[in-house]
């Protein structure tokens, strides 16, 4: 079994920073892509930002400049640093992965969220 666990989440003034972690902890073997996705009340999700395991990333537009992802293979963790936030940043932040459960299996896995509201 595993699980992805996402913190960091939390309440910010606009131009504000938070670090969002996504722990991953089970029966792994390796991660491949680590994804952070987000939900706004009436929107579509959204990919934010995506990093392989050999560090390329993407980035979505909107968070271009602004967010940085990153991991730690060695804990199985991902990272998602997110600089000079907006209000439209306001979203439940997702992250997913894809593990690697065996030399030859891998399915995605999804957290529960985390909360970020940018407002003054």
């Known amino acids: 079994q595993v699980q992805l666990v996402e913190s960091g989440g939390g309440l910010v003034q606009p131009g504000g920073s938070l670090r969002l972690s996504c722990a991953a902890s089970g029966s792994i073997f390796s991660i491949n892509t680590m994804n952070w996705y987000r939900r706004a009340p009436g929107k579509e999700r959204e990919l934010v930002a995506s990093?392989?395991?050999?560090?390329?990333?993407n980035y979505s537009d909107s968070v271009k400049g602004r967010f940085t992802i990153s991991r730690d293979n060695a804990k199985n963790t991902g990272y998602l640093q997110m600089n000079f936030l907006k209000p439209e940043d306001t979203a439940v932040y997702y992250c997913s992965a894809n593990v690697i459960l065996t030399t030859s299996y891998a399915r995605w896995y999804w957290g529960q969220g985390t909360q970020v509201t940018v407002s003054s």
């Open positions: 990093m392989s395991n050999g560090g390329s990333t």
